[in-house]
Nanobody, 120 residues
């Protein structure tokens, strides 16, 4: 069974850092582009970062550059989203997804999401 499981969310204060994990089971993450997305309350889904399957190149939304980075641990079959200098507007449910390309409009597998709340 193909499955993605996110973890690492929680409540943090503004300015703090958090790392989210996206662990795969039933398939190898290296063969897929892995994207991180988020959905804030009352808003649509937003793409954050993506790591390509072939060359491991990373891509980030302009608004996230410098604060968010994506990385992959092949041995653990896990992709991470490292978030720094968190702001209250980063509060959202964060999800990872596996697809054929970082530019795909449709991703094949989605995790259930992990909630991040940034508040003092």
């Amino acid at each position: 069974q193909f499955q993605l499981v996110e973890s690492g969310g929680g409540l943090v204060q503004p300015g703090e850092s958090l790392t989210l994990s996206c662990a795969a089971s039933g398939f190898t993450l290296d063969y897929y582009a892995i994207g991180w997305f988020r959905q804030a309350p009352g808003k649509g889904r937003e793409g954050i970062s993506c790591i390509s399957s072939d060359d491991g190149r990373t891509h980030h939304a302009d608004s996230m550059k410098g604060r968010f980075t994506i990385s992959r641990d092949t041995a653990k079959n896990t992709v991470y989203l490292h978030m720094n200098s968190l702001k209250p507007e980063d509060t959202a449910v964060y999800s990872c997804a596996a697809g054929p390309s970082c530019w795909s409009s449709v991703y094949d597998y989605w995790g259930q999401g992990t909630r991040v709340t940034v508040s003092s």
